[in-house]
Nanobody, 117 residues
Framework: QVQLVESGGGLVQPGGSLRLSCAASGFTFNTYHMNWYRQAPGKQRELVASISSGGATNYVDFVKGRFTISRDNAKNTVYLQMNSLTPDDTAVYYC???????????WGQGTQVIVSS
């Protein structure tokens, strides 16, 4: 049974930091590219950061320099370190896994991040 379980969301003040985790199970983690998406109220889901099965990372412009994606293949876990958070970062953050050679894709249930004073 495939599972992607996000954790680490919550309420944080502007300028603060959070670290999201996504624990994967039920598939061969190191053969999947891992991604973090987010969806703000009334908006479409958007890609935030990606890390390939080989460890290469990519970020969308609005998080560059603030967010860091990483993975621990021994723990089947991907992380998103988020610094200098602003209210615009408020969203539900989703973990996504995409097989490196196919279209097989899995999604987590999401974790809420609220940035507010």
């Amino acid at each position: 049974q495939v599972q992607l379980v996000e954790s680490g969301g919550g309420l944080v003040q502007p300028g603060g930091s959070l670290r999201l985790s996504c624990a994967a199970s039920g598939f061969t983690f190191n053969t999947y590219h891992m991604n973090w998406y987010r969806q703000a109220p009334g908006k479409q889901r958007e890609l935030v950061a990606s890390i390939s099965s080989g460890g290469a990372t990519n970020y969308v412009d609005f998080v560059k320099g603030r967010f860091t994606i990483s993975r621990d293949n021994a723990k089947n876990t991907v992380y998103l370190q988020m610094n200098s958070l602003t209210p615009d970062d408020t969203a539900v953050y989703y973990c996504n896994a995409r097989h490196r050679f196919s279209t097989t894709t899995y999604w987590g249930q999401g974790t809420q991040v609220i940035v507010s004073s």
